[in-house]
């Protein structure tokens, strides 16, 4: 239990320096043109799931999302005490790793967002987003499990740009993007909302995919 705890941890650290980080370069790049600045964050993002899914899947499942250790648990994949445990580390861990990315660009390490991100258009990005995002991990898990990784970043790639809300679809990422004020920050005000819609869509996609890969969901 300690190495998938650490799995997790150091996954979220990583994923969550990503996110945070890679936005706060895309922006100082982009000369203030938005789609280039999100492009920049879109590919810094995926390639980094990619490498930690590969490299960590075998340990923990490579979650680093309370929504999807939620659906493992009700899935009976993981218990609901480790799906507790999961969600603290990745939550914790992926705060330092925001806050880590402050440090690395000398910006201010405690901050708080004020970047609104609020509305039934933002509220339906997340549930659909993370919908696709957990229906996309059982699907793969049955026809391709060896395509997770690719599966998974790839899906986040795309979802980052047709969905409104670019694709947060992780509660623990929504908390620790509430905590800087940079490119890819969230009004706090404006994260319990996408923290209900996105367990709204994890719930719905593990039913989903319940009803159709029931006997070969990943452990």
């Known amino acids: 239990m300690k190495a998938r705890l650490f799995a997790e ?41 990619f490498v930690l899914i590969t490299m960590l899947g075998p340990v923990s499942g490579a979650h680093f999302n309370p929504a999807v250790s939620m ?18 580390v990745q939550i914790a861990f992926g705060i330092a790793g925001a806050w880590a990315a402050h440090l690395m660009f000398d910006l201010p390490i405690l901050q708080a967002s004020t970047h609104a991100r609020t509305g039934i258009g933002q509220w339906a990005g997340e549930f659909i987003a993370t919908f696709g995002l957990v229906f996309t991990i059982l699907g793969t ?41 940079t490119f890819s920050g969230i009004a706090q005000a404006d994260v319990p909302m996408f923290i209900v819609t996105q367990l709204a869509g994890a719930v719905a996609a593990g039913w989903a995919g319940r009803a159709l890969f029931a006997d070969e969901l990943p452990g």
């Open 141 to 181: 898990a049955k026809h391709r499990p060896e395509w997770i990784p690719a599966s998974v970043a790839l899906y986040i790639t795309a979802a980052y740009w047709f969905t409104s809300s670019t694709s947060f679809a992780n509660p623990a990422i929504t908390i620790a993007r509430s905590l800087t004020d």
């Open 9 to 49: 941890g150091i996954g979220s650290f990583f994923l969550f320096a990503t996110v945070i980080g890679s936005g706060i370069m895309a922006e100082k790049l982009a000369g203030g043109n938005i789609a280039v600045a999100l492009l920049g964050n879109t590919l810094a993002t995926a390639a980094m799931l």
């Open 71 to 88: 659906v493992m648990a009700a899935l009976r994949k993981i218990t609901w005490r480790e799906m507790a445990a999961y969600t603290v």
